[in-house]
């Protein structure tokens, strides 16, 4: 008898055809993640899942689901998944890190290129008919090139961001809970730095933290004051690691000169000061959306399940049972 799965959003047709072929699959076709009280209902049978960083696998959840062997989230970031209770009941949790890397840098550098150049704003001006004509300080923005980067969190993610940065010519600085390797350094060519002084001497501040109790607000009121007044934060990392509320503040008076943003405290919801202000740009959390590698990573959470419910270790289980 094959064992019995939840897939609780909308996929793509070739991960629900490979995982028929070892499973009995249960799938949710609309793109937003269930209501609590329907996920329960429907893993309260369950083997295993594929779920989105939007469903919340907690102990209340998984007290409900007694045959759950092994939760697979279709993302890199986990902390929608309650992994220490996972791990005292035996079951697996496992996540998609390396499948995104690319994509993920690459949207950074839209949103720090966006911001430098004041596109979004630049672009309301013109659909809203107020072009007349060219002139000198004409929505001016700042250089990229020559300028330089402070990356906090040094992971595949930021290590592929300083590679795009290689080619504007950027001087890249970098703070990690843990220094890199010097050879690393030297490859890359990247300088380590502590968390204060790159806050104060880089023109971007860019985030790729993961988001943890350790990380909550880490960039807060006090460590925006630290940054250049013409300093840009991007972050496309998680919501929560920036107080939004201070962001905005320092957004509104000229603290900092602008911010880009793919992630938010509470999304979908977020605080609706942000659609007050010109010099922030704004995506609803598509740091991954490709559509080659949103397939990726929802197959490798498939393949991950599979592993599981054959009694084998997933390639990319993030605890120990």
Request: a negative charge.
């Amino acid at each position: 008898m094959k064992p019995r799965v939840l897939v609780t959003a909308e996929v793509f047709d070739e991960v629900l055809e490979y995982l028929r072929e070892h499973c009995e699959v249960e799938a949710n076709l609309e793109p937003l993640s269930p209501s609590a009280d329907k996920l329960r209902s429907q893993l309260a049978d369950k083997d295993g899942v594929v779920c989105m960083l939007t469903d919340r696998i907690d102990d209340a959840l998984l007290a409900a689901c007694p045959q759950l062997k092994a939760v697979c989230n279709v993302a890199v970031g986990y902390n929608n998944i309650d992994v220490a209770a996972c791990t005292a009941r035996g079951i697996r949790v496992t996540n998609t890190p390396g499948v995104l890397d690319e994509t993920t840098a690459d949207l950074v550098f839209t949103l720090l290129l966006a911001t430098a150049r004041r596109l979004t704003e630049a672009e309301m001006y013109l659909r809203n008919g107020q072009w007349q004509g060219w002139h000198l300080r004409q929505l001016a923005g700042v250089d990229v090139h020559g300028s330089t980067m402070g990356i906090i969190g040094m992971g595949r993610i930021g290590q592929a961001i300083v590679r795009r940065a290689s080619g504007f010519n950027m001087k890249v600085i970098y703070h990690n809970r843990s220094r890199l390797d010097g050879a690393v350094e030297r490859e890359l060519g990247v300088a380590y730095a502590g968390f204060d002084e790159l806050m104060g001497a880089a023109d971007f501040v860019v985030l790729q933290v993961p988001y943890s109790q350790a990380t909550h607000h880490l960039i807060d009121a006090a460590a925006l004051k630290k940054m250049k007044r013409s300093g840009i934060l991007i972050n496309a990392a998680r919501g929560g690691v920036v107080d939004d509320a201070a962001l905005i503040a320092a957004l509104a008076d000229g603290t900092i000169r602008a911010a880009g943003l793919d992630v938010f405290e509470n999304e979908p919801r977020f605080n609706p000061g942000f659609l007050d202000l010109k010099n922030v740009v704004l995506a609803p959390h598509i740091g991954s959306s490709t559509e080659g590698t949103r397939l990726a990573m929802a197959m490798t959470a498939a393949r991950n399940l599979v592993a599981a419910l054959q009694g084998q270790r997933p390639p990319n289980q993030v605890n120990e049972v």
